[in-house]
Structures are given as structure tokens and as C-alpha cells.
Nanobody
Framework: QVQLVESGGGLVQPGGSLRLSCAASGSIASIYHMGWYRQAPGKQRESVARITNAGSTNYADSVKGRFTISRDNAKNTVYLQKNSLRPEDTAVYYC??????????WGQGTQVVVSS
């Protein structure tokens, strides 16, 4: 089992920045990539960014150039640095870990509101 705890959400003005953190615990060795998803009101959950154990990253087109995903293996933590935030970035952000044997784990979510 893997436990994921997100933090760092909140209210920010358009154009502002925010950093989300996701701390993983439990069967860390089974994880082969981690990522961030988001779900806006009335919309489906969508992938935002992902990072593999090797450090390869990919991003949704809507956040490329504005968001950066990174990981600190010593702290078993993944970060999502979000810059140039827009109102359409408002959503609940979820951390996800994909592990061997088709296991998928989710955090509880952290709310991000971009508004003036």
C-alpha cells in the first residue's frame, strides 16, 4: 500500500504562483511514476503532469511552460510548481502514484482557487 498526502493548495490571484507537495509513504519501492491530476467543478478529472522514476516528465498542453513537476527522492515527495496561474486552473488537485501490479493510489486532493 502507498499513502499520499497533498498540501499547498489555497487561494491565489491570476498571474500568481503556488507549489503543491505530495508526500508518499508505505511501499515506496513499488512506485514507478507519480503525477498530478485535477478536477474542476462539473468536469472530468484530467492529467496535469507526470514524472517517472527516471525523471522523465510530461505535461498537459494547457499547463506546458507554466507548471513544473519535480521530485525529491530523499523525501519521497513530488512537487508541482505552478506559475502564471489562470482562473481556469481552479480545481481540486490530486496526487497519483502508479505502482507495479497495476496498482494506482490517490491522495485526498487539495483545492486551488485562482481568483481576484
Amino acid at each position: 500500500q502507498v499513502q499520499l498526502v497533498e498540501s499547498g493548495g489555497g487561494l491565489v490571484q491570476p498571474g500568481g504562483s503556488l507549489r503543491l507537495s505530495c508526500a508518499a509513504s508505505g511501499s515506496i519501492a513499488s512506485i514507478y511514476h507519480m503525477g498530478w491530476y485535477r478536477q474542476a467543478p462539473g468536469k472530468q478529472r484530467e492529467s496535469v503532469a507526470r514524472i517517472t522514476n527516471a525523471g522523465s516528465t510530461n505535461y498537459a498542453d494547457s499547463v506546458k511552460g507554466r507548471f513544473t513537476i519535480s521530485r525529491d527522492n530523499a523525501k519521497n515527495t513530488v512537487y508541482l510548481q505552478k506559475n502564471s496561474l489562470r482562473p481556469e486552473d481552479t480545481a481540486v488537485y490530486y496526487c497519483n502514484a502508479e505502482a507495479y501490479f497495476s496498482q494506482s493510489y490517490w491522495g485526498q486532493g487539495t483545492q486551488v482557487v485562482v481568483s481576484s
